[in-house]
Nanobody, 127 residues
Framework: QVQLVESGGGWVQAGGSLRLSCTFS?????????VGWVRQAPGKEREGVSC????????HYTDSVKGRFTISRDNAKNTLYLQMNSLKPEDTAMYYC???????????????????WGQGTQVTVSS
């Protein structure tokens, strides 16, 4: 059974930081899969935020988070991370971790590229 469990969301003031984590189980071996983050703001469609290749050698970001967010993974721990700095109110959304069924990412990052999903963790940034 595949499970993706996010943690680390919460409330933060603009300019602050949060670190999201996602633990994967049932995807074996974990390093066969590219993984990433997708977010959905209230009343909006899901937006691909970031993706990382199986070995971490390549990362991709949507333009609005470049220079502020950093994606990383620890294959030994089956865990994905998203370090979010300089947060803005427009970053407020439910953040989902997700896995592709291939080992590499495609750009642009789109929801349809991911076959496995977590339940999401809420990030709220106040002005």
């Amino acid at each position: 059974q595949v499970q993706l469990v996010e943690s680390g969301g919460g409330w933060v003031q603009a300019g602050g930081s949060l670190r999201l984590s996602c633990t994967f189980s049932g995807l074996t071996p974990f390093d066969d899969y590219a993984v990433g983050w997708v977010r959905q703001a209230p009343g909006k469609e899901r937006e691909g935020v970031s993706c990382i290749k199986w070995d971490g050698s390549r990362t991709h970001y949507t333009d609005s988070v470049k220079g502020r967010f950093t994606i990383s993974r620890d294959n030994a721990k089956n865990t994905l991370y998203l370090q979010m700095n300089s947060l803005k109110p427009e970053d407020t959304a439910m953040y989902y971790c997700a896995a592709r069924e291939v080992s590499y990412c495609s750009v642009p990052i789109i929801e349809a590229d991911f076959g496995y999903w977590g339940q999401g963790t809420q990030v709220t940034v106040s002005s």
